[in-house]
């Protein structure tokens, strides 16, 4: 849920786990009107919630789209599933937008990360 | 870690939790030789590792790649990690194809799937 629009592109970092995540893995329909909007909308939203961390997106053109959001914990996760107007976009995403999609919220055991030197 | 060569693409299922996912976020050097063949290589190894769920690939053009891969259990995770080909890659990886990355190791908690009807 990223226009990847600030460069340079750097992956979320890996933080002290324990924290969460929800993996977000879409195919979208032909008909994407208003998805851009929503999306952006959304990108705002989710950065108001308390023990946001941070958002990863990549998309294969025409293919797969990933998108991978990072909480402190299940709290702020179970906030931003609550989030009434993030309800709305994903009812509208299941009418409009996607072709088929899977989420999987998981609790970080273990992560690292890598610059090149 | 998919060419998504084959079609239609599709998210890799909701399974029944608890599973573990490795969320792997990578931006890519200039120099890419030998990673195709290399990336096919590990497709092809990670299909005999017992547990071994499936896998998710998108890549934004020049940018973010977001690989995600699915295990049934912390033994499976492990015996990939382990295994002395992928640790191979892993450093000629950072050697040569990675700018920068992040692995996040989690336990899923929860899931879904939708597919429209």
Do not use: C
Not at 22 to 40: H, I, K, L, S
Not at 41 to 46: I, N
Request: proline share 6%.
């Amino acid at each position: 849920m990223s226009d990847q629009s600030e460069a340079p592109v750097t992956p979320v970092e890996a933080y002290e786990p324990p924290y969460y995540l929800a993996v977000f893995t879409t195919v979208r329909t032909q008909d994407q009107n208003g998805y851009g909007e929503t999306n952006a909308r959304m990108e705002e939203l989710v950065r108001d919630i308390p023990g946001y961390l941070g958002m990863d997106h990549a998309q294969t053109p025409g293919e797969l789209g990933i998108t991978v959001a990072y909480f402190r914990d299940a709290d702020a996760l179970t906030e931003w599933r609550s989030n009434a107007e993030h309800r709305a976009a994903q009812q509208r995403g299941r009418a409009e937008w996607y072709q088929n999609y899977t989420l999987h919220v998981a609790k970080v055991e273990r992560s690292h990360g890598f610059t090149r030197p």
